[in-house]
C-alpha cells in the first residue's frame, strides 16, 4: 500500500521496480500469461498499489486503468513476480484470489 512503511522499495530496486503511489483496488485486465489460465480478475482488499517498471525485461501482466498490478520477470536464473498489494492473499483476500495464489506459486516452481 502506498506510503506504507515497509521495506519493500528495497527488495524491488533491484529489479529497477518500484511501487507507485496511485491506488488500484480491483485488477480487470490480464495479459494472456500461464498465471492467469482460467482467472477474471484479482481483487486487491485494502486498495493495493501501482508498480513502476523501469526493467526493460519486465513484463507488466495485470493492470488497471493503464496502472500496472502484476509484473513478471523470468528471464533470470529464476522468476520474479511483483504484486501491488500486500494484503492480496490474506484471511479476507484469500477467498477472492484463491486460484491466481495456486497458479502463482506453481509458475514460480
Keep these: 500500500r502506498p506510503g506504507f512503511p515497509n ?3 528495497e527488495v ?4 529497477d521496480i518500484d511501487v ?3 491506488l488500484i483496488s480491483e485488477v480487470t485486465r490480464l495479459e494472456d500469461h500461464p498465471i492467469f489460465t482460467n482467472i477474471d480478475g484479482l481483487y486487491f482488499e485494502f486498495d493495493g498499489g501501482s508498480i513502476n517498471v523501469r526493467n526493460r525485461d519486465a513484463q507488466v501482466i495485470a493492470s488497471d486503468n493503464s ?3 502484476v509484473v513478471v520477470i523470468d528471464d533470470l536464473p529464476g ?3 511483483v504484486v501491488g498489494d500486500s494484503n492480496l ?3 479476507r483476500g484469500f477467498g ?3 486460484q491466481f495464489a495456486i497458479r502463482l506459486f506453481r509458475w514460480l516452481t
Design 7 to 9: 521495506r519493500i522499495r
Design 89 to 91: 492473499f490474506d484471511n
Design 20 to 22: 507507485g503511489q496511485q
Design 79 to 81: 522468476r520474479v513476480v
Design 67 to 69: 496502472l500496472a498490478a
Design 12 to 15: 524491488t530496486g533491484y529489479y
Design 96 to 98: 477472492r484470489n484463491r
